[in-house]
């Protein structure tokens, strides 16, 4: 094939892999907005910032109880298998573990960067995504856990986002309920796929036809029906049949109280019902929604088990935010206009030093400036100005200087 | 109180469907369910129902456009979409077969050479075959599976089958049942969460609508 029989333009240069996308002008500036506040949300309750690398070893990732499936897998020239990290808590399970063993206890940290998951082709799922989370290292007090859903909330409502609620749950309570039940790993999946999809038929054949005694048939069904207000953990409690599944639903009625102290619990439900969640989760279990929005918009839990996989026990509790999905929902709200370009300068060539020098005090003074690099006639410069919504345009000409309003505060006037 | 969204399937269950509605107690004209619009509300405002083909109903309501919808098991077998399913309807109810014409019905399940099974329901197939360790070609059709055997582009079908009357009528017959299926209340994850008193008290009267 001959160089130029290669068009580049019809193929190639125009696609792009499945499961990205481009970020730009609004969109990014929306995102960097939205990870701003965040993030000074993180830093007002103390946490600090780290970065991981992009690709870890493929044997940190799965140590992690990431689903290989998941993950972008490459090799590096050595032979070792490397992977995009498809979330940010196994990473940081590491950074604890390894170089931050020696920092004092607790340990606030947060993120702001992007994940990887290989997507699902016919759904269009995402294969790169922007994250923000924070984990809170090295104590086990349901004060932890309320601290992490508290600034969830407070996040959120920063962000002019108000018709949320955070939907929390206990994995331990689940866990008591099929420990001493005889069932097998496939058994237990099953059921969990069952109460996953709400199917209280499929689950009531399913659970009918084990041989469970009655009383723990009547659990399991029950557990459909764990969701709503607080009144929910007492009920639990009554159902409850052994230690675990009591411990989990004290741990949690605790966090429940010291969100009442916090005045936020309008915010929260309760759902003993979730059992899906990162493997990794080992008590509350939490999820963000939004009536805005057919997704949940954060994630978090207590894991307890993680940081040990790395060599050093240390209890751990966190969450992630989904910043594209919180962008779409930010866009719905209203939001104060995010600022643009505020002016353009067009000069004569013998005034191109003063045309910098002014660009510059006005950018010191905190506006943002175009310097005009192209040669065009007024007109089309006040177009393109306008189109831009600036809100001037400086003339530096041989006659002297000319301020051309492009936006005039009372836009009536501008009508008539 | 927020409207609802619900999303009906096109075709057989829709009647079925709207008829659940009515009984339930939602005013819906007749005006409404004879015209050809797509998206209507109904109830005084209280529920936007949206009429989908059957294979995207899931989607709305995986989706969140629709908080709930109503779509046939078969669907539901066939693509995965990741919505809760709390209720089975009793109504639609029908089998998914493999069928093949009556001259080769005899053969029973072919066990030794490569078939071609022509299909609404490729993934359907395919798992159904492989649990029975059976190679088969599995073709996509969008509609009109019996056409397939009769102009010999596959020896077999899996086809979704109420009565029987159009696989008898054009000379098939059903060699095996694969599942049964009927009418299925999906809802939208995160809706069910999010306005579960709402959601919840809709699925305890459909389910009290349905018992009788």
Same mark, same amino acid.
């Given at each position: 094939?001959?160089?130029?029989?290669?068009?580049?333009?019809?193929?190639?240069?125009?696609?792009?892999?499945?499961?990205?996308?481009?970020?730009?002008?609004?969109?990014?500036?929306?995102?960097?907005?939205?990870?701003?506040?965040?993030?000074?949300?993180?830093?007002?309750?103390?946490?600090?910032?780290?970065?991981?690398?992009? /690709?870890?070893?493929?044997?940190?990732?799965?140590?992690?109880?990431?689903?290989?499936?998941?993950?972008?897998?490459?090799?590096?020239?050595?032979?070792?298998?490397?992977?995009?990290?498809?979330?940010?808590?196994?990473?940081?399970?590491?950074?604890?573990?390894?170089?931050?063993?020696?920092?004092?206890?607790?340990?606030?940290?947060?993120?702001?960067?992007?994940?990887?998951?290989?997507?699902?082709?016919?759904?269009?799922?995402?294969?790169?995504?922007?994250?923000?989370?924070?984990?809170?290292?090295?104590?086990?007090?349901?004060?932890?856990?309320?601290?992490?859903?508290?600034?969830?909330?407070?996040?959120?409502?920063?962000?002019?986002?108000?018709? /949320?609620?955070?939907?929390?749950?206990?994995?331990?309570? /689940?866990?008591?309920?099929?420990?001493?039940?005889?069932?097998?790993?496939?058994?237990?999946?099953?059921?969990?796929?069952?109460?996953?999809?709400?199917?209280?038929?499929?689950?009531?054949?399913?659970?009918?036809?084990?041989?469970?005694?009655?009383?723990?048939?009547?659990?399991?069904?029950?557990?459909?029906?764990?969701?709503?207000?607080?009144?929910?953990?007492?009920?639990?409690?009554?159902?409850?049949?052994?230690?675990?599944?009591?411990?989990?639903?004290?741990?949690?009625?605790?966090?429940?109280?010291?969100?009442?102290?916090?005045?936020?619990?309008?915010?929260?439900?309760?759902?003993?019902?979730?059992?899906?969640?990162?493997?990794?989760?080992?008590?509350?279990?939490?999820?963000?929604?939004?009536?805005?929005?057919?997704?949940?918009?954060?994630?978090?839990?207590?894991?307890?088990?993680?940081?040990?996989? /790395?060599?050093?026990?240390?209890?751990?509790?966190?969450?992630?935010?989904?910043?594209?999905?919180?962008?779409?929902?930010?866009?719905?709200?209203?939001?104060?206009?995010?600022?643009?370009?505020?002016?353009?300068?067009?000069?004569?060539?013998?005034?191109?030093?003063?045309?910098?020098?002014?660009?510059?005090?006005?950018?010191?003074?905190?506006?943002?400036?175009?310097?005009?690099?192209?040669?065009?006639?007024?007109?089309?410069?006040?177009?393109?100005?306008?189109?831009?919504?600036?809100?001037?345009?400086?003339?530096?000409?041989?006659?002297?200087?000319?301020?051309?309003?492009?936006?005039?505060?009372?836009?009536?006037?501008?009508?008539? | 109180?927020?409207?609802?969204?619900?999303?009906?399937?096109?075709?057989?269950?829709?009647?079925?469907?709207?008829?659940?509605?009515?009984?339930?107690?939602?005013?819906?004209?007749?005006?409404?369910?004879?015209?050809?619009?797509?998206?209507?509300?109904?109830?005084?405002?209280?529920?936007?129902?949206?009429?989908?083909?059957?294979?995207? *109903?899931?989607?709305?309501?995986?989706?969140?456009?629709?908080?709930?919808?109503? *779509?046939?098991?078969?669907?539901?077998?066939?693509?995965?979409?990741?919505?809760?399913?709390?209720?089975?309807?009793?109504?639609?109810?029908?089998?998914?077969?493999?069928?093949?014409?009556?001259?080769?019905?005899?053969?029973?399940?072919?066990?030794?050479?490569?078939?071609?099974?022509?299909?609404?329901?490729?993934?359907?197939?395919?798992?159904?075959?492989?649990?029975?360790?059976?190679?088969?070609?599995?073709?996509?059709?969008?509609?009109?599976?019996?056409?397939?055997?009769?102009?010999?582009?596959?020896?077999?079908?899996?086809?979704?089958?109420?009565?029987?009357?159009?696989?008898?009528?054009?000379?098939?017959?059903?060699?095996?049942?694969?599942?049964?299926?009927?009418?299925?209340?999906?809802?939208?994850?995160?809706?069910?969460?999010?306005?579960?008193?709402?959601?919840?008290?809709?699925?305890?009267?459909?389910?009290?609508?349905?018992?009788?």
């Amino acid at each position: 094939m001959r160089r130029e029989d290669v068009n580049m333009s019809d193929r190639a240069i125009n696609s792009m892999p499945a499961g990205v996308t481009d970020v730009l002008l609004d969109d990014a500036q929306l995102k960097s907005h939205i990870e701003v506040s965040l993030r000074e949300v993180f830093q007002g309750w103390g946490y600090a910032e780290v970065i991981t690398p992009m /690709f870890e070893c493929y044997e940190v990732l799965l140590a992690g109880g990431i689903d290989p499936e998941w993950m972008y897998k490459f090799s590096d020239p050595g032979g070792g298998i490397l992977a995009l990290r498809p979330d940010l808590t196994t990473p940081i399970a590491r950074v604890v573990a390894t170089r931050l063993r020696e920092a004092p206890k607790p340990l606030r940290l947060f993120y702001v960067e992007n994940v990887f998951r290989r997507p699902e082709p016919k759904r269009g799922k995402r294969a790169e995504f922007p994250q923000a989370g924070i984990e809170l290292v090295g104590s086990t007090q349901p004060a932890a856990d309320a601290e992490v859903v508290a600034t969830a909330i407070e996040a959120l409502q920063r962000l002019g986002i108000d018709d /949320f609620q955070l939907n929390l749950g206990q994995i331990g309570f /689940f866990q008591g309920v099929i420990e001493d039940a005889p069932l097998s790993e496939s058994e237990i999946t099953v059921i969990k796929e069952r109460l996953d999809r709400r199917d209280r038929e499929e689950l009531t054949r399913f659970v009918e036809g084990r041989n469970l005694p009655e009383d723990k048939q009547r659990l399991i069904l029950e557990m459909l029906t764990l969701c709503g207000g607080e009144k929910v953990i007492e009920r639990a409690s009554t159902l409850a049949d052994n230690e675990t599944s009591e411990a989990a639903l004290e741990n949690l009625a605790e966090i429940y109280r010291i969100l009442g102290d916090y005045r936020l619990v309008d915010r929260v439900a309760i759902d003993l019902a979730e059992v899906r969640g990162f493997g990794y989760y080992t008590g509350l279990m939490f999820e963000g929604f939004s009536r805005s929005l057919g997704s949940s918009i954060l994630k978090g839990g207590r894991y307890d088990d993680l940081i040990a996989k /790395f060599g050093y026990p240390c209890p751990a509790v966190g969450c992630a935010f989904d910043i594209d999905r919180i962008r779409t929902i930010v866009q719905k709200e209203k939001l104060p206009a995010l600022p643009g370009v505020d002016t353009l300068v067009r000069f004569s060539r013998e005034r191109r030093g003063e045309a910098y020098e002014l660009a510059k005090m006005l950018r010191a003074q905190g506006k943002r400036v175009e310097i005009e690099v192209v040669d065009r006639r007024e007109e089309e410069a006040l177009a393109y100005a306008r189109q831009k919504g600036m809100a001037e345009l400086i003339v530096l000409e041989e006659g002297g200087k000319r301020i051309v309003p492009l936006k005039t505060s009372d836009t009536k006037d501008q009508q008539r | 109180m927020d409207r609802l969204t619900v999303a009906l399937p096109k075709g057989r269950l829709l009647a079925p469907s709207i008829d659940l509605f009515k009984r339930i107690g939602a005013t819906i004209t007749d005006y409404e369910t004879k015209s050809r619009r797509l998206v209507f509300d109904a109830d005084g405002g209280r529920y936007r129902f949206m009429i989908a083909k059957p294979f995207d *109903v899931p989607t709305y309501v995986e989706y969140g456009i629709a908080d709930v919808g109503i *779509v046939g098991s078969d669907v539901l077998m066939e693509e995965d979409h990741d919505v809760h399913e709390p209720l089975e309807l009793r109504f639609g109810n029908c089998c998914l077969v493999l069928a093949a014409p009556r001259d080769r019905a005899g053969d029973g399940l072919p066990l030794h050479s490569v078939h071609r099974v022509a299909t609404k329901y490729p993934n359907l197939t395919k798992r159904y075959f492989a649990s029975r360790g059976i190679q088969v070609e599995t073709i996509k059709l969008y509609g009109s599976v019996e056409l397939a055997p009769i102009t010999g582009l596959a020896e077999m079908i899996v086809d979704l089958v109420q009565t029987g009357r159009t696989l008898e009528e054009n000379g098939l017959v059903p060699i095996a049942e694969i599942a049964k299926a009927s009418a299925r209340l999906i809802v939208n994850r995160a809706s069910h969460k999010i306005r579960l008193k709402e959601i919840s008290a809709l699925i305890d009267k459909l389910s009290e609508a349905i018992a009788c």
